[in-house]
């Protein structure tokens, strides 16, 4: 594993109401105007909802940062840039303006209010793509498989319904 891999911190932003670019646009902005150093951006993916294919597509990005902020206090600035841009308390998987999620901060494993890594980020398409996009060699912190293999593990829908933009 190389020294970078190990001091990496990957946030996937997603939005899928209002005008998706400019949301996430303005959440990048928010981060650097927060002490927050955006080091690689994935292309845009455009994925269906999930779990409600019905509701609007989803455009996601995975950024590599770095920042001077432990986890929970990444997690709480994070949650403050969701409500600035609009995101209200609604059920879970709800369309939204903003979401923003830790997916691996520097390989560390937490419990409680913020589970690291993300918990389901294995599984997601809108996260695997756009992480591989950036790190090709990133290695999941407790599971232990690398990208590629999350990816082909992946159903062929999952594969097939995502495109890069």
């Known amino acids: 594993m190389s020294e970078d891999q190990v001091k990496s911190i990957y946030l996937g932003i997603g939005s899928n109401l209002g005008n998706k670019l400019t949301n996430i646009e303005k959440?990048?902005?928010?981060?650097?105007?927060?002490?927050?150093?955006?080091?690689?951006?994935?292309?845009?993916?455009?994925?269906?909802?999930?779990?409600?294919p019905n509701n609007p597509k989803f455009l996601n990005i995975v950024l590599e940062i770095e920042t001077a902020f432990d986890p929970l206090e990444l997690f709480?600035?994070?949650?403050?840039?969701?409500?600035?841009?609009?995101?209200?308390?609604?059920?879970?998987?709800?369309?939204?303006?903003?979401?923003?999620?830790?997916i691996d901060?520097?390989?560390?494993?937490?419990?409680?209010?913020?589970?690291?890594?993300?918990?389901?980020?294995?599984?997601?398409?809108f996260v695997l793509l756009p992480l591989f996009e950036i790190n090709k060699d990133w290695k999941h912190p407790t599971l232990k498989v690398n990208i590629k293999e999350l990816i082909s593990s992946l159903p062929n829908s999952d594969i097939r319904s995502i495109k890069q933009i």
């Open 27 to 52: 959440t990048k902005f928010s981060l650097i105007t927060d002490n927050i150093r955006i080091l690689k951006c994935s292309s845009y993916y455009e994925s269906l909802s999930w779990p409600n």
């Open 76 to 102: 709480k600035k994070c949650k403050k840039i969701e409500r600035k841009l609009g995101r209200k308390k609604s059920p879970k998987n709800s369309p939204r303006e903003c979401d923003i999620d830790i």
């Open 105 to 125: 901060f520097r390989n560390k494993k937490t419990t409680g209010d913020l589970i690291l890594p993300h918990p389901r980020m294995n599984t997601r398409n």
